[in-house]
């Protein structure tokens, strides 16, 4: 059986609570918006594109 990724949207691994999501690119985008990572959560899912953006805690 093949192994499938869990995320059913992309995620992305960034390095800071705050990010802004436009959607990546110009067929897919969206408005640039800004997000706030809750850090209980340790994530934040664009409303707009869903693309899960995770906080990476490394130093
Ligand atoms: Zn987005």
Redesign the pocket.
Known sequence: MTEVNNYAFESIEVNEYSVK???GDELMG?PRIFLEIAKEENKVI?P??S?IYIINKIG
């Open positions: 999501c436009d959607g969206h664009c707009y594109c693309k």
